[in-house]
């Protein structure tokens, strides 16, 4: 059995408080360190079932310097030897290496390194033969799928175009490799196969279907797969198909409920478009409108956001009630992928935003919004905001702060007003380590500029959130009192980062943030 083994001698606690449990406030403690703090240490160990008996990994490098991203044995019915991805503190350069389960010793076969940081994703999987592995990069500018050798001598390159890849599965015969691509179009997905002789890339997912995000669960042997296909106008319908050929076997959920309520609303489709920003740069970016919009009048703009790198908002995939319900009110609601994001539009795309996370995509989301101001004279340029959560929070203080002329209501749910509290992981990986960029740290975290707040501000947090802590939330309450800033405020004493726990949390929030914006944001034309 091999395992990890954490040390967490020296890790700094952070403390949640549950004040509503009982009869006494009830605190719990646990390692996190943040930015520039000290790392657990983390070795791996081998038990033999037979004599209990531990052989440790020699790993090489400070244990609390790098990070063992992944451990598994190296091929299938393979008990001898561990394959063990190591990052280091900065996460730039990873380290494949192969472990003997006996003695421990290690032999590097694959170094992957990057001028900003590399990925780490789970797609290692092994041939039947234990000879070789499938390995995705993006050192040729674009996440692709390769075949290394087991000694890394070798690689071959399987997907050669100009795309971004995710790989999905590789079958039990080892003679495919399935992965979703969306080679026109970011915001849709469609399956694709290849050969791991690097032959026969083909889409698997009908040409019929021109738009939707598409997912599969895949069987081992690759015959078949579970379907899941929605858009942006339409819910998910989940099939049971064959592969190669996609045939439909079975319906396994139509949806048909959902769908008759869906056509009953009436809802205004979905629209994809780009803007283009300052230095020809162009976002992609979607709009949902009321449906019976008067062009001759001015509607209210609130711009839904995330825009750090751990994810996408313009993905034609079914989603956002609360947004329709918003533009059936009178709002017109808009996203924007701005430089940075985990767009499918290769690597230089997603490293933009290198050390400048709350810094350069609050500027791409703010020049997204003067340009739709410019062009669709029908949004109003007095009644524009923001909303986001997580790190779309973080974005929303920022852009209220920072362009406190451009946008005039935010409303923050569990944001990370100072980027020197979170964790190290996360934080070192897009921005480095506070000690070494300092002024990055400072002109990214929205707490440094609440003295230009001048319009609607609601922030909001779970007191119970484990990973944007609530800490950070009183943070800014405190840096805005201090600058006599006027402000609304929610907390959910039971409320962790999603905000679910309690009874009729979730249902509360959003009535909460629909009723501010109604105030202080009203809908409808002028």
Same mark, same amino acid.
């Given at each position: 059995?091999?395992?990890?083994?954490?040390?967490?001698?020296?890790?700094?606690?952070?403390?949640?408080?549950?004040?509503?449990?009982?009869?006494?406030?009830?605190?719990?403690?646990?390692?996190?360190?943040?930015?520039?703090?000290?790392?657990?240490?983390?070795?791996?160990?081998?038990?033999?079932?037979?004599?209990?008996?531990?052989?440790?990994?020699?790993?090489?490098?400070?244990?609390?310097?790098?990070?063992?991203?992944?451990?598994?044995?190296?091929?299938?019915?393979?008990?001898?030897? &561990?394959?063990?991805?190591? %990052?280091?503190?900065?996460?730039?350069?990873? #380290?494949?290496?192969?472990? !003997? @389960? *006996? +003695?421990?010793?290690?032999?590097?076969?694959?170094?992957?390194?990057?001028?900003?940081?590399?990925?780490?994703?789970?797609?290692?999987?092994?041939?039947?033969?234990?000879?070789?592995?499938?390995?995705?990069?993006?050192?040729?500018?674009?996440?692709?799928?390769?075949?290394?050798?087991?000694?890394?001598?070798?690689?071959?390159?399987?997907?050669?175009?100009?795309?971004?890849?995710?790989?999905?599965?590789?079958?039990?015969?080892?003679?495919?490799?399935?992965?979703?691509?969306?080679?026109?179009?970011?915001?849709?997905?469609? &399956?694709?196969?290849?050969? %791991?002789?690097?032959?026969?890339?083909?889409? #698997?997912?009908?040409?019929? !279907? @021109? *738009? +939707?995000?598409?997912?599969?669960?895949?069987?081992?042997?690759?015959?078949?797969?579970?379907?899941?296909?929605?858009?942006?106008?339409?819910?998910?319908?989940?099939?049971?198909?064959?592969?190669?050929?996609?045939?439909?076997?079975?319906?396994?959920?139509?949806?048909?409920?959902?769908?008759?309520?869906?056509?009953?609303?009436?809802?205004?489709?979905?629209?994809?478009?780009?803007?283009?920003?300052?230095?020809?740069?162009?976002?992609?970016?979607?709009?949902?409108?009321?449906?019976?919009?008067?062009?001759?009048?001015?509607?209210?703009?609130?711009?839904?956001?995330?825009?750090?790198?751990?994810?996408?908002?313009?993905?034609?995939?079914?989603?956002?009630?609360?947004?329709?319900?918003?533009?059936?009110?009178?709002?017109?609601?808009?996203?924007?992928?701005?430089?940075?994001?985990?767009?499918?539009?290769?690597?230089?795309?997603?490293?933009?935003?290198?050390?400048?996370?709350?810094?350069?995509?609050?500027?791409?989301?703010?020049?997204?919004?003067?340009?739709?101001?410019?062009?669709?004279?029908?949004?109003?340029?007095?009644?524009?905001?923001?909303?986001?959560?997580?790190?779309?929070?973080?974005?929303?203080?920022?852009?209220?702060?920072?362009?406190?002329?451009?946008?005039?209501?935010?409303?923050?749910?569990?944001?990370?007003?100072?980027?020197?509290?979170?964790?190290?992981?996360?934080?070192?990986?897009?921005?480095?380590?506070?000690?070494?960029?300092?002024?990055?740290?400072?002109?990214?975290?929205?707490?440094?500029?609440?003295?230009?707040?001048?319009?609607?501000?609601?922030?909001?947090?779970?007191?119970?959130?484990?990973?944007?802590?609530?800490?950070?939330?009183?943070?800014?309450?405190?840096?805005?009192?201090?600058?006599?800033?006027?402000?609304?405020?929610?907390?959910?004493?039971?409320?962790?980062?999603?905000?679910?726990?309690?009874?009729?949390?979730?249902?509360?929030?959003?009535?909460?943030?629909?009723?501010?914006?109604?105030?202080?944001?009203?809908?409808?034309?002028?």
């Amino acid at each position: 059995i091999a395992y990890w083994q954490f040390d967490e001698t020296g890790v700094r606690r952070q403390t949640l408080v549950d004040n509503v449990s009982a009869l006494y406030p009830k605190v719990t403690r646990f390692g996190y360190p943040k930015g520039g703090q000290q790392n657990s240490s983390c070795r791996i160990g081998v038990v033999e079932v037979e004599t209990a008996e531990t052989t440790w990994i020699k790993v090489p490098g400070d244990p609390r310097e790098n990070y063992l991203a992944r451990m598994e044995w190296a091929g299938p019915k393979n008990s001898d030897q &561990l394959v063990i991805q190591q %990052l280091n503190r900065a996460q730039n350069k990873k #380290l494949v290496m192969i472990a !003997e @389960r *006996r +003695g421990g010793a290690v032999t590097t076969v694959l170094t992957e390194k990057d001028s900003t940081w590399v990925v780490v994703n789970n797609d290692l999987n092994w041939t039947p033969d234990g000879k070789s592995f499938t390995w995705t990069s993006e050192r040729d500018g674009w996440e692709q799928l390769y075949r290394i050798s087991r000694d890394g001598t070798k690689t071959t390159k399987l997907t050669t175009d100009n795309f971004d890849i995710d790989l999905l599965h590789v079958d039990t015969s080892g003679l495919w490799a399935y992965f979703l691509a969306s080679p026109q179009n970011p915001a849709h997905r469609y &399956l694709y196969r290849v050969g %791991l002789d690097g032959e026969g890339l083909r889409r #698997l997912t009908p040409e019929s !279907e @021109r *738009r +939707g995000t598409h997912s599969y669960r895949i069987s081992p042997s690759g015959d078949f797969a579970v379907w899941t296909r929605s858009d942006a106008d339409t819910p998910s319908i989940t099939r049971l198909v064959s592969l190669p050929d996609h045939a439909v076997i079975k319906t396994l959920e139509g949806n048909l409920e959902l769908h008759a309520k869906i056509r009953a609303l009436n809802l205004a489709p979905v629209e994809f478009f780009d803007v283009q920003i300052e230095e020809g740069v162009r976002l992609p970016a979607r709009c949902i409108h009321p449906r019976n919009l008067d062009r001759t009048r001015r509607y209210p703009l609130l711009v839904y956001v995330y825009g750090e790198p751990a994810g996408q908002v313009v993905r034609d995939s079914w989603g956002g009630l609360w947004h329709h319900m918003l533009a059936q009110q009178g709002y017109v609601v808009m996203s924007f992928d701005n430089r940075g994001s985990r767009s499918p539009l290769g690597r230089a795309w997603r490293r933009e935003a290198f050390q400048k996370i709350g810094i350069l995509p609050p500027k791409d989301q703010a020049s997204a919004v003067r340009t739709v101001l410019k062009e669709r004279p029908w949004l109003d340029a007095e009644r524009v905001g923001s909303w986001g959560w997580s790190g779309g929070g973080s974005m929303s203080l920022n852009a209220i702060f920072k362009f406190p002329d451009l946008y005039h209501t935010a409303i923050a749910v569990a944001s990370v007003p100072d980027q020197r509290h979170y964790d190290t992981i996360y934080q070192e990986r897009y921005m480095g380590l506070p000690s070494e960029n300092r002024k990055a740290f400072r002109e990214g975290s929205p707490i440094n500029f609440v003295e230009n707040l001048k319009g609607n501000l609601l922030i909001i947090h779970g007191a119970a959130d484990d990973n944007c802590h609530y800490q950070t939330y009183l943070r800014l309450v405190d840096r805005l009192i201090e600058h006599n800033k006027v402000f609304s405020m929610m907390t959910y004493p039971r409320g962790t980062h999603s905000i679910r726990e309690g009874k009729n949390a979730r249902r509360h929030l959003y009535e909460t943030m629909t009723r501010f914006l109604h105030e202080k944001m009203p809908p409808g034309p002028r």
